[in-house]
Each structure stands twice: as C-alpha cells, then as structure tokens.
C-alpha cells in the first residue's frame, strides 16, 4: 500500500527516529541513506533528548519502573521504538550505566530489591518489556526469559494475573512476552525452546483472530485489567494508540506478525480490513486513546492523527500485500 506524495512528504517532515524507519519502511531510500538518517537519533531530536534525561546513577525518572512513563523501564522501550542504534556509542554508554547501577529497589515487591535491572521483577508483562529492551540493546536477559518460557499458560499465552488465580492468558501480556522472545531471536539468534513458545503465543493470537474471544467470537469489549468502565464504543483493542506500553492493540499485534515474518493466515485478514477502514480521507491514521501518565517527552503534536501510527499501519499494509 502506497501513501500520496502529500503523506510521505508529512512523515518525513519529522524527527529521525521516524524518519529514518520511513525512507526504510515506506520509501524503499538506499540503505547508506537509511543508515546516515538513523546515526541521528543518538544525537537529534527525540534521541537526544532522552538520552540527556538519563541520571548519573543510570536511572531515568529514578526508578527502574513506575506507574508514569519516565522510567528506565519505559525510556528503554521509546528507545527501542524510535530504533536508536543498539551499537552506536551513545547507546552501549547509556546501558553500561543502567547494567551496572539500576535495580528493582521499591520498585517492586520486596524480594526483587537486589535484582539487576536486566533480570527483571515478577510480573511477566513487566518482565516482557525489559526483556524487548534488554534484547535489543544486546544486554544478557537469557534468565529472564528462561523465566519467561517457564510461565507460559497451556493455552500458549501469558498472563500478570496468575498468581491471583487466572488460568486464562491475556491479550496484553502476551504481546509483551512475544515482543521480547522475537527481539532475542533476532540479537542472538533462534533456540527451539523458545521458537516453539513464540509460535505457540502467536498461534494464540491468531485464534482469536487478532481481536476476538475464542469462546464467543464476539470482539472483546474492554480490557479485563482496567474493568468495564473501560469500555466504549469502540472494542477495547480496535483503539489504537502510541506508545502502547503493556497495552494490546490490532495493530501492535499484526506489526508484531510483521517483524516476525509470519507467513499468510486468513485469520489475520479481517484485523487488516479492520486497520485499512481507519485510514481518513488524507491517507492517515489517528490516535483514539492516549494512556494516562507523564511522558518523558512530546512525540508529536499532529493529534488526532499520528505519524508514528500512520507510519506503523503503512508498512504492516505493505507487508500483508506483499505476502498475499
């Protein structure tokens, strides 16, 4: 799927960390241009700033996690999002410092005070993004996801609430525990076990048909982890957002499907039809929900539409046309 002129001219009239991913994603640019746009996140715009957030003592927003969008935990993943080079040296400096300093302390429950930021904490929705984090950044989190594999449900999923008697994954932490084996698999290379627990978690997605209850087929109206003031007009995940954090979304599940390579599922196809309806007579896509919390930074200021979810629907319409 092709944008206007006018709508690749808007996308790139925009930060590196966006622009680079659309002269990669949308525009098909040479790679040593792609490549040079890219070196700019660590030293312009969004990058920058980020990085210029980070303490002395390796924490952003001090803590390794809060319930706000400052912390080391959620800076590491908008990094990772805006595609700052993993090797660049801004990069390795920045995670040498959270490797060695940052810990769980009163961050989470009291027996994970001593953990190292890269060995995670409890909750496997929590564990997931450092995990996507840690992997991409080429930092050592194979026992956190050893611990991952060790929790996953027999449905092929993953669920925060196990330990309060769920037996039942959950859209949102399996997303995240998905995100995190596929961003190990592509820094250090492919294991069967957790392939095979990969597959299994998407093979968990796509029964549901990206959106929908197994049971009932019918799509599932709120987000069982915020409750039923949550719902709305619109199903809980047919609300698109960015950042998404530990929230589940179609489109975050089929640019999941995207990065991995799935091969063509029919059961995928009625989320595509889905995201194509949402495009506006301009050729964008918009936000429908911003989570509340403070961010770090501004990403844009173009709402209701977005060019970090234009962008994102763009190449995952690309690739299912592609593969058909």
């Not at 390796?58 to 590491?76: C, D, E, K, P, Q």
């Not at 957002?241 to 599922?265: E, K, Q, S």
């Not at 039809?273 to 990403?299: A, C, E, F, K, N």
């Not at 209701?304 to 058909?324: G, M």
Request: aromatic fraction near 8%; include cysteine.
């Amino acid at each position: 799927m092709e944008p206007t002129d006018a709508v690749l001219e808007w996308l790139l009239d925009s930060d590196p960390a966006l622009r680079w991913q659309v002269l990669q994603d949308v525009a098909g640019a040479p790679a040593r241009e792609v490549a040079a746009e890219r070196a700019r996140v660590a030293t312009q715009g969004l990058g920058a700033r980020l990085l210029a957030l980070q303490a002395a003592d390796g924490r952003w927003g001090g803590a390794a996690w809060n319930r706000g969008f400052s912390s080391t935990m959620h800076v590491l993943t908008l990094l990772r999002e805006l595609g700052l080079d993993p090797d660049s040296a801004p990069a390795c400096a920045a995670l040498a410092r959270v490797r060695d300093n940052v810990t769980w302390r009163g961050c989470a429950p009291p027996e994970c005070d001593a953990n190292a930021f890269f060995s995670g904490e409890v909750e496997p929705c929590i564990n997931g993004q450092v995990g996507a984090a840690g992997a991409y950044f080429g930092q050592d989190v194979q026992p956190l996801v050893q611990r991952l594999l060790a929790e996953q449900l027999p449905d092929g999923g993953w669920n925060c609430d196990v330990e309060r008697g769920s037996t039942r994954s959950s859209f949102n932490t399996t997303i995240c525990v998905l995100e995190a084996l596929l961003e190990h698999e592509k820094r250090f290379g492919s294991q069967p076990e957790l392939t095979r627990a990969r597959l299994a978690g998407q093979e968990y997605l796509l029964e549901r048909r990206l959106f929908r209850r197994r049971s009932t087929g019918e799509p599932i109206a709120y987000d069982r982890k915020l409750g039923p003031g949550s719902a709305s007009e619109q199903p809980a995940f047919l609300r698109l957002a960015f950042p998404t954090w530990w929230h589940y979304d179609v489109l975050r599940g089929l640019d999941y499907l995207r990065r991995a390579g799935a091969p063509p599922d029919p059961r995928a196809a009625e989320a595509i039809q889905l995201l194509q309806s949402r495009q506006d007579s301009d050729g964008r896509w918009h936000i429908d929900t911003v989570y509340p919390g403070t961010m770090p930074v501004t990403l844009e200021d173009t709402a209701p539409q977005s060019r970090w979810l234009t962008l994102r629907a763009l190449r995952v319409l690309r690739w299912y046309t592609l593969q058909e």
